[in-house]
Antibody
Framework: QVQLVESGGGVVQPGGSLRLSCAASGFTFRDYAMHWVRQAPGKGLEWVAVIWYDGTYKYYADSVQGRFTISRDNSKNTVYLQMNSLRTEDTAVYYC??????????????WGQGDLVTVSS | EIVLTQSPGTLSLSPGERATLSCRASQSLSSTYLAWYQQKPGQAPRLLIYRTSGRATGIPDRFSGSGSGTDFTLTINSLEPEDFAVYYCQQYGRPWTFGQGTKVEMK
């Protein structure tokens, strides 16, 4: 079955960097767009970024544009989120999620368990 | 950016009752682009409904979605104990946005 496993989270100081990974299995990874969605403690869901199936197109929420970079390695079945210039308001559980198609224009039909990123001095 | 507003914020109901959750969009949406998710404490969201009314794999038929334009509804007929959770609507036109959530709690 579809499995998405995030890793790389932890505690980082404001202004620091962190890279999240999401390892996928149980499906043909290269055929699907992938998203990152985050959830601040006690808050709702916030979409962060999407990447097309082949990595040629990426799109970001305004709140992370210019600071975060989404990428993927289809040979490793892994999607990444490089987070730079981190702010306290980036503290959240970060979920990777699979889009139902190649171009990220559908719903997220499978989600990872999430990974906590805490930005604090 | 399309803003989604969910109401009510909290719904207090008993098992066996019907839950009606609302999601209103700030501008008209194609019904193709509206989904609902369920999230339980400490868990990832789970897809319930896609394209306004399509049930995701394994979702019981007591869950149903409807709506068009700017007004969309998730209905849960005869609540089961496992249905008490937070529900989010989402539109998946760029940028993707979520509603703020409706908590369905046990009365």
């Amino acid at each position: 079955q579809v499995q998405l496993v995030e890793s790389g989270g932890g505690v980082v100081q404001p202004g620091g960097s962190l890279r999240l990974s999401c390892a996928a299995s149980g499906f043909t990874f290269r055929d699907y767009a992938m998203h990152w969605v985050r959830q601040a403690p006690g808050k709702g869901l916030e979409w962060v970024a999407v990447i097309w199936y082949d990595g040629t197109y990426k799109y970001y929420a305004d709140s992370v544009q210019g600071r975060f970079t989404i990428s993927r390695d289809n040979s490793k079945n892994t999607v990444y989120l490089q987070m730079n210039s981190l702010r306290t308001e980036d503290t959240a559980v970060y979920y990777c999620a699979r889009d139902a198609d190649k171009y990220g224009m559908r719903y997220c039909d499978n989600w990872g368990q999430g990974d906590l990123v805490t930005v604090s001095s | 950016e399309i803003v989604l507003t969910q109401s009510p914020g909290t719904l207090s109901l008993s098992p066996g009752e019907r839950a009606t959750l609302s999601c209103r969009a700030s501008q008209s949406l194609s019904s193709t682009y509206l989904a609902w998710y369920q999230q339980k404490p400490g868990q990832a969201p789970r897809l319930l409904i896609y394209r306004t009314s399509g049930r995701a794999t394994g979702i019981p038929d007591r869950f149903s979605g409807s709506g068009s334009g700017t007004d969309f509804t998730l209905t849960i007929n005869s609540l089961e104990p496992e249905d008490f959770a937070v529900y989010y609507c989402q539109q998946y036109g760029r940028p993707w946005t979520f509603g703020q959530g409706t908590k369905v709690e046990m009365k």
